[in-house]
């Protein structure tokens, strides 16, 4: 099966990215790349981000910025980029709510971005956007770490928005049955109070 490609727009300007994203009301997608020194950059740009699927997701649902970091060092400290490639997702006044570290193949990515835009909504106490979008996630891309940790982050918003405690327990005790060894597993499962003053 061959795979459609298509390329991204990128901004080369932060601050231009930023109106934009006030503009369309979109997240920023900053991508820090070494390219061509870095190996996993030039992945990224050649293998991950042609990739239709991306390429339109990114496009519905981000303003993307590629920074030089060897161009733009002031701008790699200022979102602490120690390591290419990074992505930073960000809001419209710059402030960062997500990062993905190292290079990553198409169909993850797309795993990452969704729950990039989950995380992005619930930092910004939109809970019923977040619950859905990390739903989503965890539908879509089931049997996945991604997956897993949009369960525990779904927990998280449902509790948010009802104040009750029960929605939190019953999202991370489905994270619990359907992804035993995670981490994110480990995170949800909190002994009881009395059950640890017993032991």
């Not at 779904?154 to 939190?168: C, E, N, P, T, Y």
Request: aromatic share 10%; glycine share 4%; charged share 30%.
């Amino acid at each position: 099966m061959e795979v459609r490609r298509i390329s991204i727009d990128w901004e080369t300007s932060l601050d231009r990215a930023k109106d934009w994203a006030r503009k369309e009301k979109k997240s920023i997608l900053l991508d820090f790349s070494a390219a061509p020194m870095c190996g996993g950059c030039v992945a990224m740009d050649a293998v991950t981000y042609p990739d239709a699927h991306v390429a339109e997701f990114i496009s519905k649902h981000y303003v993307p910025v590629k920074i030089k970091v060897k161009d733009r060092p002031d701008i790699a400290a200022g979102y602490d980029v120690n390591w290419t490639p990074s992505v930073v997702i960000a809001d419209e006044s710059g402030r960062a709510h997500c990062r993905i570290e190292g290079y990553v193949p198409a169909e993850d990515f797309l795993a990452h971005l969704s729950l990039a835009l989950g995380r992005y909504e619930l930092d910004r106490r939109q809970f019923q956007r977040a619950m859905h979008q990390l739903e989503e996630v965890s539908q879509r891309h089931r049997g996945t770490e991604t997956a897993a940790q949009a369960l525990y982050w779904l927990g998280v918003a449902r509790f948010k928005d009802s104040k009750d405690q029960a929605q939190l327990r019953a999202t991370w005790n489905l994270l619990i049955a359907d992804y035993p060894v995670s981490d994110w597993s480990k995170r949800a499962n909190i002994p009881r109070a009395s059950a640890a003053a017993a032991s």
